[in-house]
Nanobody, 119 residues
Framework: QVQLVESGGGSVQAGGSLRLSCAASGSMFSINAMGWYRQAPGKQRETVAAITSGGSTNYADSVKGRFTISRDNAKNTVYLQMNTLKPDDTAVYYC?????????????WGQGTQVTVSS
Protein backbone atom coordinates (compact mmCIF):
# COMPACT_ATOMS: atom_id res chain seq x y z
CA GLN A 1 0.00 0.00 0.00
CA VAL A 2 1.09 3.53 -0.79
CA GLN A 3 -0.42 6.67 0.69
CA LEU A 4 -0.25 10.02 -1.09
CA VAL A 5 -0.94 13.37 0.53
CA GLU A 6 -1.09 16.49 -1.63
CA SER A 7 -0.72 20.09 -0.54
CA GLY A 8 -0.14 23.51 -2.05
CA GLY A 9 -3.31 24.18 -4.00
CA GLY A 10 -5.15 27.46 -3.79
CA SER A 11 -6.38 30.47 -5.70
CA VAL A 12 -4.17 32.72 -7.77
CA GLN A 13 -4.55 35.31 -10.49
CA ALA A 14 -3.55 34.60 -14.06
CA GLY A 15 0.20 34.87 -14.49
CA GLY A 16 0.86 33.76 -10.93
CA SER A 17 2.58 30.68 -9.56
CA LEU A 18 1.83 27.80 -7.24
CA ARG A 19 3.82 24.78 -6.10
CA LEU A 20 2.09 21.50 -5.37
CA SER A 21 3.65 18.84 -3.16
CA CYS A 22 2.85 15.15 -2.90
CA ALA A 23 4.27 13.24 0.05
CA ALA A 24 4.30 9.48 -0.42
CA SER A 25 4.58 6.81 2.24
CA GLY A 26 4.26 3.04 2.46
CA SER A 27 5.59 0.37 0.12
CA MET A 28 7.54 2.61 -2.21
CA PHE A 29 9.72 -0.22 -3.59
CA SER A 30 7.08 -1.00 -6.24
CA ILE A 31 6.72 2.57 -7.48
CA ASN A 32 8.42 3.22 -10.82
CA ALA A 33 6.85 6.56 -11.70
CA MET A 34 4.92 9.40 -10.12
CA GLY A 35 2.95 12.16 -11.69
CA TRP A 36 0.28 14.79 -11.59
CA TYR A 37 -3.10 14.64 -13.24
CA ARG A 38 -5.91 17.18 -13.28
CA GLN A 39 -9.64 17.19 -13.80
CA ALA A 40 -11.66 20.27 -14.61
CA PRO A 41 -15.46 20.37 -14.17
CA GLY A 42 -17.16 18.46 -16.96
CA LYS A 43 -13.88 17.17 -18.37
CA GLN A 44 -11.96 13.92 -18.19
CA ARG A 45 -8.92 13.53 -15.99
CA GLU A 46 -5.76 14.30 -17.96
CA THR A 47 -2.06 13.82 -17.45
CA VAL A 48 -0.15 16.97 -16.54
CA ALA A 49 3.37 15.72 -15.89
CA ALA A 50 5.20 12.57 -14.84
CA ILE A 51 8.62 11.60 -13.57
CA THR A 52 10.16 8.14 -13.50
CA SER A 53 12.32 6.65 -10.78
CA GLY A 54 15.27 7.37 -13.05
CA GLY A 55 14.35 11.04 -13.30
CA SER A 56 12.94 11.15 -16.84
CA THR A 57 10.10 13.60 -17.22
CA ASN A 58 7.29 14.26 -19.64
CA TYR A 59 4.64 16.96 -19.84
CA ALA A 60 1.33 17.65 -21.48
CA ASP A 61 1.75 20.04 -24.40
CA SER A 62 -0.50 22.57 -22.67
CA VAL A 63 1.92 22.99 -19.73
CA LYS A 64 5.33 22.62 -21.39
CA GLY A 65 7.57 25.53 -20.55
CA ARG A 66 5.34 26.62 -17.66
CA PHE A 67 5.25 23.62 -15.28
CA THR A 68 8.15 21.67 -13.83
CA ILE A 69 7.91 18.31 -12.08
CA SER A 70 10.64 17.23 -9.68
CA ARG A 71 11.18 14.74 -6.92
CA ASP A 72 13.11 14.46 -3.67
CA ASN A 73 13.81 10.76 -3.25
CA ALA A 74 15.06 11.20 0.31
CA LYS A 75 11.68 12.66 1.29
CA ASN A 76 9.57 10.52 -1.07
CA THR A 77 8.02 13.76 -2.27
CA VAL A 78 7.12 14.94 -5.75
CA TYR A 79 6.61 18.59 -6.61
CA LEU A 80 4.85 20.44 -9.39
CA GLN A 81 6.02 24.01 -9.87
CA MET A 82 3.39 25.86 -11.87
CA ASN A 83 4.29 29.23 -13.36
CA THR A 84 2.45 31.61 -15.66
CA LEU A 85 -0.84 30.07 -14.65
CA LYS A 86 -3.86 30.48 -16.89
CA PRO A 87 -7.59 30.22 -16.14
CA ASP A 88 -7.59 26.99 -18.20
CA ASP A 89 -5.31 25.46 -15.54
CA THR A 90 -8.19 25.59 -13.06
CA ALA A 91 -8.88 22.03 -11.93
CA VAL A 92 -8.51 19.54 -9.13
CA TYR A 93 -4.96 18.24 -9.27
CA TYR A 94 -4.27 14.65 -8.28
CA CYS A 95 -0.99 13.03 -7.40
CA UNK A 96 -0.41 9.57 -8.86
CA UNK A 97 2.04 6.82 -8.03
CA UNK A 98 2.34 3.99 -10.56
CA UNK A 99 3.38 0.63 -9.15
CA UNK A 100 4.74 -2.13 -11.35
CA UNK A 101 6.19 -5.51 -10.46
CA UNK A 102 6.57 -7.79 -13.47
CA UNK A 103 3.06 -8.09 -14.96
CA UNK A 104 1.29 -6.52 -11.98
CA UNK A 105 0.48 -2.83 -12.20
CA UNK A 106 -1.54 -0.54 -9.97
CA UNK A 107 -2.19 3.17 -9.65
CA UNK A 108 -2.39 4.94 -6.31
CA TRP A 109 -4.09 8.33 -6.07
CA GLY A 110 -4.09 11.23 -3.66
CA GLN A 111 -7.24 12.97 -2.51
CA GLY A 112 -6.76 15.91 -4.86
CA THR A 113 -6.09 19.59 -4.32
CA GLN A 114 -8.00 22.45 -5.92
CA VAL A 115 -6.20 24.99 -8.10
CA THR A 116 -8.22 28.01 -9.17
CA VAL A 117 -6.81 30.62 -11.56
CA SER A 118 -8.81 33.80 -12.05
CA SER A 119 -8.48 36.15 -15.00
Amino acid sequence: QVQLVESGGGSVQAGGSLRLSCAASGSMFSINAMGWYRQAPGKQRETVAAITSGGSTNYADSVKGRFTISRDNAKNTVYLQMNTLKPDDTAVYYCNAHAKIRAWEYDYWGQGTQVTVSS
